[in-house]
């Protein structure tokens, strides 16, 4: 059996990158991959599954500008939902265009071996070693990308569960608080406000 692979009808668990700086580092890390540096990038500051991502052709993204989106059709849900393309994303497929030269018709994260997309599980491998590379501890997977999407907004920013919910989806902030998971630290740490 392999290891980290969920039994039939159970699921592990990943978690978001937690710290600004673990990020950076990560982002510094891929500074000579320009495809995975996008895919990370993109990930990050969209929420959306990787699947998703993964789906995209170059001709569906390359003349889009800071500010303009996508409209998609979520492959899990099929409910619809956007790709925004803020100014670190066009930053990162601005260099991943210049560097790589690609073919309009690519796909936009393309296998260096089959010219198919890159493959969900190989893209889990490549989180997975990133966090590693960084000595981050926990399990971390693709999934990793959409949840610290939407942890950095709650945390760093802010963002409300109801606001979030709509973005990933879900059926209910309930499904939002539990996906992002609530570690003991934040709940002690509304202890400490005085009334």
Same mark, same amino acid.
């Given at each position: 059996?392999?290891t980290?692979?969920?039994?039939?009808g *159970?699921?592990?668990?990943?978690?978001?990158?937690r710290?600004?700086?673990?990020?950076?580092?990560?982002?510094?890390?891929l500074r000579d991959s320009?495809?995975?540096l996008?895919?990370?990038?993109?990930?990050?500051?969209?929420?959306?599954?990787?699947?998703?991502?993964?789906?995209?052709?170059? #001709?569906?993204?390359?003349h889009?500008?800071?500010?303009?989106?996508?409209?998609?059709?979520?492959?899990k849900?099929?409910k619809?939902?956007?790709?925004?393309i803020?100014k670190?994303?066009?930053?990162a497929?601005?260099?991943?265009? #210049?560097?790589?030269?690609?073919?309009?018709?690519?796909?936009?994260?393309? +296998?260096?071996?089959?010219?198919?997309?890159?493959?969900v599980?190989h893209?889990?491998?490549?989180?997975k070693?990133?966090?590693?590379?960084?000595?981050?501890?926990?399990?971390?997977g693709t999934?990793?990308?959409?949840?610290?999407?939407g942890y950095i907004?709650?945390?760093?920013?802010?963002?409300?569960? #109801?606001?979030?919910?709509?973005r990933?989806?879900h059926s *209910?902030s309930s499904?939002?608080?539990?996906?992002?998971?609530?570690?003991? +630290?934040?709940?002690?740490?509304?202890?400490?406000?005085?009334?």
């Amino acid at each position: 059996m392999k290891t980290n692979h969920p039994i039939k009808g *159970s699921s592990i668990r990943v978690e978001p990158i937690r710290r600004l700086e673990d990020i950076k580092a990560i982002k510094k890390l891929l500074r000579d991959s320009p495809r995975d540096l996008l895919l990370f990038t993109m990930g990050i500051n969209n929420g959306l599954r990787i699947g998703d991502l993964l789906r995209l052709k170059v #001709e569906d993204v390359q003349h889009l500008r800071p500010n303009e989106y996508l409209r998609i059709k979520e492959q899990k849900t099929g409910k619809h939902n956007v790709l925004l393309i803020n100014k670190t994303v066009h930053k990162a497929m601005a260099n991943y265009m #210049e560097k790589l030269c690609p073919d309009s018709a690519d796909y936009l994260f393309k +296998s260096r071996k089959s010219g198919r997309a890159i493959s969900v599980e190989h893209a889990n491998r490549m989180v997975k070693n990133w966090c590693r590379q960084i000595n981050l501890r926990g399990n971390y997977g693709t999934h990793t990308l959409r949840k610290t999407f939407g942890y950095i907004q709650r945390v760093h920013y802010g963002v409300g569960y #109801e606001l979030l919910c709509k973005r990933f989806n879900h059926s *209910s902030s309930s499904v939002t608080m539990r996906y992002l998971g609530i570690e003991e +630290s934040e709940v002690n740490d509304i202890l400490m406000n005085e009334i």
